[in-house]
């Protein structure tokens, strides 16, 4: 009797949090039919967000692989006192409100901000520019690939890197040839997250770049605004941006379900089957 | 063929390893796990810095603290095999084999018959697959010195003993200083013509097999290195008894089944010794001249011929123990083991 009745509620609890969880992209796809969506796609201000989006997160993106990934392997490699410290700090955007992350860009890199009045003097000036997008997302977005990094370059065995060395290869062979392979998974995996967080970033670039269409105006932007001037063409982008986040999402699990012998494999999502 | 000198000091967890050790042919260094066995082989290979000392290979300084050398791994021509085998596991054999030196892939392959895995991936082999592949990979590097990190810890106890005698056959064949750390005093027998005993960063003991049974220095030595082992050729018998014709020409019994060359297992507590030749139920009956009598504790251990006994110091009293004089010793056919050799 109390088994059926623990049943019963366990079933109840899982059914309203998975509905929950569903509505609102049932939603986005159901109050406007398809093929007005995809019309709706067309229209100016949603291409322009589209190019904005897909250039800054594409450019940050590469910032994030070519900068984070020699950090991730360092700071998985080597033990030096204070590594604990740069480890909390290179994951502190995680945590932190986009809107700091946006403010603190903008003390920084603003007019007259620490480094900002440097970069004035040379006559450059980064807020409000597509660049400040792609710095926003880049510090939003850094610390899901580095953290995912840290923890597939961690889980090579030492012995391996050893091994190579011994073979006759320096640390550079054995970079290439040993860790980054063997923590490949991992790094795809982090790489993707980072994408999809970039692609989503909202506070920190509305912040620090403004909402300029065709120049600062990312998709997620772009909803904001259309929300009040026309819902349907806001729908459309939401149901871009959640078809591109599935997408993501599957490629994601099936990357590490594929790969399952390699013991670096993070898991950081359930298996699906 | 060359000389591997070390003389070095590095700081473990709880203790400091302190050694000084010469590898000319093939060096087995046993002892319990934690001994610091695997940190030798690291300050070796340049894996692991020492804080003072210096290893060299025939006068090329590999590390020498004092003048602030240090090669790094890769700039020491030195073939490490690890206890896991830490092969590539993305990558096929023949890569793995080909990634400390194209040239002799292929040859190595064929060698150690891996010509036709040359395709699998590492985690598709068998244990000792896997351990052929791991030598052929530290020798494609043409190493100047072999260093082997438990090479038979790895496999069960099945494949173990074949295994024994494939590695053996080939460091004969291979002419290169061999050092090999393992915690099992049978394999370093089998393995190696010289043995040394390291406990907490310390070498106890080191010499020939038949040395470090017959005149253990201290008991740890004594207990640790409890085998003796006579080598001969045997032979199945009718009854279920393996006969075995030792070096010597004398034959002796045992209940283990085995054909060819074998190593005769027998613990020198399950000897007995005496000075008449006694009528007993053992098979076995060997006499020899008493070659050296050696207290450790309150036991006596006596080499007698090729055999080390250990009685009781009251024993070796009574029964008039000493260099030079004539004794029969006696063990069951029951009491021996017998390990495949090549």
Not at chain 1, 82 to 89: H, K, N, P, Q, Y
């Amino acid at each position: 009797m109390r088994r059926t009745l623990l049943a019963t509620v366990s079933f109840g609890a899982a059914a309203v949090a998975l509905a929950f969880l569903a509505l609102p992209v049932v939603a986005i796809f159901t109050r406007v039919p398809p093929g007005r969506l995809v019309r709706l796609l067309s229209k100016g201000v949603v291409t322009d967000a589209l190019i904005v989006s897909v250039k800054t997160t594409l450019i940050a993106e590469a910032l994030i692989l070519l900068f984070g990934t020699p950090l991730a392997y360092l700071l998985a490699t080597r033990r030096f006192p204070g590594r604990a410290v740069l480890v909390t700090l290179v994951e502190l955007p995680l945590v932190l409100p986009p809107a700091v992350a946006g403010i603190g860009l903008f003390a920084a890199f603003g007019r007259s901000g620490l480094f900002g009045s440097t970069l004035n003097a040379f006559g450059l000036q980064l807020p409000f520019t597509q660049t400040a997008v792609v710095l926003a997302i880049a510090l939003v977005a850094s610390p899901l690939f580095v953290r995912t990094a840290i923890a597939a370059f961690e889980a090579v065995d030492p012995d391996l890197v050893a091994a190579s060395r011994t073979l006759g290869a320096g640390p550079a062979r054995t970079f290439f040839r040993v860790a980054l392979p063997l923590a490949g998974g991992g790094l795809a995996a982090g790489a993707a997250l980072a994408f999809a967080r970039a692609l989503g970033e909202f506070g920190a670039t509305i912040m620090f770049a403004g909402s300029l269409q065709g120049v600062t105006q990312t998709l997620p932007l772009a909803i904001y605004q259309e929300f009040s001037l026309d819902f349907d063409s806001a729908l459309a982008m939401g149901a871009l941006l959640v078809v591109v986040s599935v997408a993501l999402l599957l490629s994601l699990k099936l990357t590490l379900s594929w790969q399952p012998s390699r013991r670096t494999s993070v898991s950081l999502f359930a298996r699906s089957s | 063929m060359a000389t591997l000198a070390s003389d070095f000091r590095l700081a473990l967890r709880s203790f400091e390893l302190s050694l000084a050790l010469g590898v000319e042919r093939t060096v087995a260094l046993v002892g319990p796990s934690g001994a610091g066995k695997s940190s030798v082989l690291r300050v070796i290979a340049g894996l692991a810095r020492p804080e003072a000392g210096r290893v060299d290979l025939d006068g090329e300084v590999w590390v020498d603290v004092e003048r602030r050398t240090f090669r790094p791994p890769e700039q020491r021509r030195v073939g490490l095999v690890f206890q896991e085998y830490a092969l590539f596991p993305h990558l096929s054999v023949r890569q793995n084999v080909a990634f400390g030196g194209k040239g002799r892939a292929d040859e190595l392959l064929e060698r150690f018959g891996l010509s036709h895995l040359a395709a699998a991936r590492p985690g598709n082999l068998s244990g000792g697959e896997r351990q052929r592949v791991a030598l052929a990979r530290a020798l494609a590097r043409d190493p100047g010195v072999l260093l082997l990190d438990e090479p038979l810890a790895a496999l069960d106890a099945h494949t173990k003993a074949s295994v024994r005698v494939e590695l053996e056959e080939l460091l004969r064949g291979l002419d290169l200083p061999t050092l090999i750390v393992t915690h099992d005093y049978e394999d370093a027998v089998a393995l190696a013509d010289t043995v040394g005993v390291l406990v907490e960063g310390r070498l106890r003991q080191l010499g020939s097999p038949a040395e470090l049974v017959a005149r253990p220095d201290d008991p740890f030595v004594a207990s640790f290195t409890g085998a003796n082992l006579l080598r001969g050729h045997a032979e199945r018998l009718e009854d279920g008894l393996t006969s075995i014709r030792l070096e010597s020409g004398e034959v002796v019994y045992s209940t283990d089944l085995a054909r060819g060359k074998v190593g005769v297992v027998v613990y020198p507590w399950d000897v007995v010794v005496g000075r008449v030749q006694v009528d007993g139920s053992a098979m076995n009956l060997l006499a020899g001249e008493i070659a050296s009598v050696v207290q450790v504790g309150n036991r006596v251990r006596v080499r007698i011929g090729p055999l080390t006994a250990e009685v009781t110091a009251a024993s070796a009293e009574k029964l008039e123990l000493v260099r030079g004089g004539t004794a029969f010793v006696s063990f069951k056919a029951t009491g021996t083991r017998l390990v495949p050799l090549s």
